[in-house]
């Protein structure tokens, strides 16, 4: 009996860059074990469409009604859900994730299969369309969103997130579950000679740009098994990813080559990003201390000024307010001091200098460049 060679990690660089033509599921099976960092998924969404839209004045609106977006059932399209997500669970790393977006036509079903095959939720984001197609009927609401689904390989996956990134891009507020970006439109919705449009659900690069600087660092390969008119590939180029790409639909591969090409890839040092707190290289208040930046008997201030404790030589907290008296960690005092159940005190406390009061978390953050050179 022949024996089946096993694919090695390697063979996936012979991909990279690349489109590959062909059904989504059976190509995913010629791709190695444990080989992808991210999986992008914009799959059919089963519209279910009952005849032709129209506008009020009886033109036809452009909508999804390619042989691709349609299935015989729910359970036909269930099965064929179920099936690519298994392969995509298979090729990804242990510590890989998948993002999918989708309609209410299809996330909910999309949402079940994802934890049904063994993929850990994260989030749900909710894409909110600044410019929506208005319900020209009047018989719903405008469909203004879609959801996307980010999921881990699994529980136990470390997977990437680079939650400080995001705030700083949010001008140092935390990245919530809600983005508004609009839909493809002018110069960057792609158009055939004709000026009808090459695919009818591209996606808006910026809404790629931030699912990849949310979930991935440079040098990760990212698949998109439904790869389309290549947004997914675009904005991995730039943003210094690898990307594999699978389509069967030939228009929209000329299409996708063609616009990947003229891709320039930011330069290296303009890809860094601000680092993880995860990823950073703990550094606890007493080496702060021990290193003298803050000296024993030194003030600390909350940010507004109405709160002092004093530091001690093993880089506890003191602080007396009448008769009241509180110490420990700068987090269980700075906690304490707001009557609350947590504080992160690296933020809280902040030191004097001759420019003025700064956060201690900006000693903490010297003593780490020092450790890296």
Same mark, same amino acid.
């Given at each position: 009996m022949a024996t089946k060679k096993k694919k090695t990690g390697n063979d996936i660089e012979t991909h990279l860059g690349r489109i590959l033509e062909g059904d989504c599921i059976e190509t995913m099976k010629t791709l190695p074990d444990a080989s992808i960092d991210l999986v992008f998924a914009d799959p059919p969404y089963n519209l279910q469409l009952g005849g032709d839209l129209t506008r009020p004045d009886d033109s036809r609106v452009d909508g999804v009604d390619d042989d691709w977006d349609k299935f015989d059932s729910f359970r036909a399209y269930d099965d064929f859900t179920r099936a690519w997500l298994a392969e995509a669970r298979r090729i990804l790393k242990p510590d890989g994730a998948v993002w999918v977006i989708g309609s209410y036509h299809n996330i909910f079903r999309v949402g079940t299969a994802i934890q049904d095959t063994g993929f850990w939720i994260l989030n749900d984001v909710v894409w909110r369309?600044? =410019?929506?197609?208005? =319900?020209?009927? !009047? &018989?719903?609401? &405008?469909?203004?969103?879609?959801t996307l689904i980010w999921a881990a390989k699994?529980?136990?996956?470390? *997977?990437t997130f680079n939650y400080r990134a995001l705030k700083t891009a949010n001008d140092d507020l935390q990245m919530r579950s809600d983005w508004e970006f609009p839909i493809c439109t002018g110069a960057e919705r792609l158009k055939d000679d004709k000026g009808a449009k090459i695919h009818p659900t591209q996606k808006p690069e910026s809404l790629l740009y931030r699912v990849l600087?949310?979930?991935?660092?440079?040098? +990760?390969? @990212?698949?998109?098994?439904?790869?389309?008119?290549?947004? /997914? !590939?675009?904005?991995?180029? *730039?943003?210094?990813?690898?990307?594999?790409?699978?389509? $069967?639909?030939? &228009?929209?591969?000329?299409?996708?080559?063609?616009?990947?090409?003229?891709?320039?890839?930011?330069?290296?040092?303009?890809?860094? /990003?601000?680092?993880?707190?995860?990823?950073?290289? $703990?550094?606890?208040?007493? %080496? @702060? @201390?021990? /290193?003298r930046l803050i000296k024993p008997?030194?003030?600390?201030?909350?940010? %507004? !000024? =109405?709160? %002092?404790?004093?530091?001690?030589? +093993?880089?506890?907290?003191?602080?007396?307010?009448?008769?009241?008296?509180?110490?420990?960690?700068?987090?269980?005092? !700075?906690?304490? @001091?707001? %009557?609350?159940?947590?504080? =992160?005190? #690296?933020?809280? #406390?902040? *030191?004097?200098?001759?420019?003025?009061?700064?956060?201690?978390?900006?000693? $903490?953050?010297?003593? $780490?460049?020092?450790? /890296?050179?």
């Amino acid at each position: 009996m022949a024996t089946k060679k096993k694919k090695t990690g390697n063979d996936i660089e012979t991909h990279l860059g690349r489109i590959l033509e062909g059904d989504c599921i059976e190509t995913m099976k010629t791709l190695p074990d444990a080989s992808i960092d991210l999986v992008f998924a914009d799959p059919p969404y089963n519209l279910q469409l009952g005849g032709d839209l129209t506008r009020p004045d009886d033109s036809r609106v452009d909508g999804v009604d390619d042989d691709w977006d349609k299935f015989d059932s729910f359970r036909a399209y269930d099965d064929f859900t179920r099936a690519w997500l298994a392969e995509a669970r298979r090729i990804l790393k242990p510590d890989g994730a998948v993002w999918v977006i989708g309609s209410y036509h299809n996330i909910f079903r999309v949402g079940t299969a994802i934890q049904d095959t063994g993929f850990w939720i994260l989030n749900d984001v909710v894409w909110r369309k600044s =410019n929506p197609m208005p =319900n020209f009927r !009047g &018989t719903r609401l &405008t469909n203004a969103h879609e959801t996307l689904i980010w999921a881990a390989k699994s529980q136990k996956s470390k *997977y990437t997130f680079n939650y400080r990134a995001l705030k700083t891009a949010n001008d140092d507020l935390q990245m919530r579950s809600d983005w508004e970006f609009p839909i493809c439109t002018g110069a960057e919705r792609l158009k055939d000679d004709k000026g009808a449009k090459i695919h009818p659900t591209q996606k808006p690069e910026s809404l790629l740009y931030r699912v990849l600087i949310a979930s991935t660092k440079p040098g +990760d390969i @990212v698949l998109d098994p439904f790869f389309g008119s290549g947004a /997914t !590939g675009a904005a991995a180029k *730039y943003l210094g990813r690898r990307f594999i790409g699978i389509e $069967r639909d030939k &228009t929209y591969i000329a299409a996708a080559q063609k616009r990947i090409a003229k891709v320039k890839p930011l330069e290296e040092e303009d890809l860094k /990003t601000q680092p993880s707190p995860k990823a950073a290289k $703990r550094v606890p208040f007493g %080496q @702060v @201390v021990e /290193t003298r930046l803050i000296k024993p008997g030194a003030k600390l201030f909350s940010p %507004q !000024g =109405n709160h %002092q404790a004093k530091v001690r030589a +093993d880089g506890s907290l003191y602080v007396k307010d009448g008769e009241t008296e509180i110490q420990g960690s700068i987090h269980k005092v !700075g906690a304490a @001091v707001q %009557q609350r159940e947590a504080c =992160n005190g #690296w933020t809280y #406390w902040h *030191y004097e200098e001759k420019t003025g009061r700064k956060p201690i978390d900006f000693l $903490r953050d010297k003593i $780490r460049k020092e450790m /890296t050179g």
